[in-house]
């Protein structure tokens, strides 16, 4: 952290798209093609155990350990035409797969970052929104891997706009909302606003239409208080999480 000269590195022999996740002194790290989870030596480089996968993987994964569970990695796969991708739990310690979850409305899987959060009944959360032409934000119990709730976004012909971003979570409480809250924007350029316990939608604001941005949506928005901000390929935008409005958005005079 001194001065930035590499301390290890390691072939893993395959392009990498997910965002590395450092949890228990490990790196947890996945391969795109030929698909592979490596836990790794933060320290040293070393591969201390891998785990298979048999769909690529471009997720980037999250690390919790839920009430009733055990330290756990959770990783995404996207799907093929013939095959969904599985939600994959992972005990942290030997790389054992505790649970799949593979229980969409449609055949898809999940190519975003996926979320971990605790609903106002203590039941651990894992949060993902699917592929096209699924288009459906799931929460998924984090101990079992059973569904606990769905809500299907938008998605109008020709039913493309999946969901690009990763799903943001409120505590139970915070801005007066009793039960929690869950915020993901499809590629379609809509902002929901999801109660976290039940999954019903508390609003949802088109606000590509309401600023006139054009592009691809797959910004996961960063919360800090009553204040969402997210961009696009145009700009930036601040919807208010209690209600969707817009508070300010930003264009990029190059575009």
Known sequence: MTNGQIIWGVDLGSELRGSPLVAGGFVWIATFDSPKIFKINAATGAISCTVASARQIQGTPVAATPP??????????????????????????????????????????????????????????????????????????????????????????????DIGAGVVTTAPGVNGFADGMAYVESKYGVMYGLDLTTGAMVWNVPYADEIGAKGRYISTAAQSGQNLVLGDNYGMVDLNATNGDVIWHTDDPSK
């Open 68 to 161: 009733g569970g055990v330290p756990s990695v959770y990783f995404p796969a996207g799907d093929t035409e013939t095959s969904p991708g599985p939600i994959t739990a992972i005990q942290q310690n030997n790389c054992s797969i505790e649970w799949q979850f593979t229980d969409y409305r449609t055949l898809s899987g999940v190519w975003t970052p996926l979320g971990y959060s605790v609903d106002a009944t203590g039941e651990p959360l894992i949060l993902a929104g699917t592929a096209d032409s699924d288009t459906t934000i799931y929460a998924i119990d984090a101990v079992t891997g059973k569904r606990v709730w769905d809500y299907a976004a938008e998605n109008p012909p020709p039913h493309s706009y």
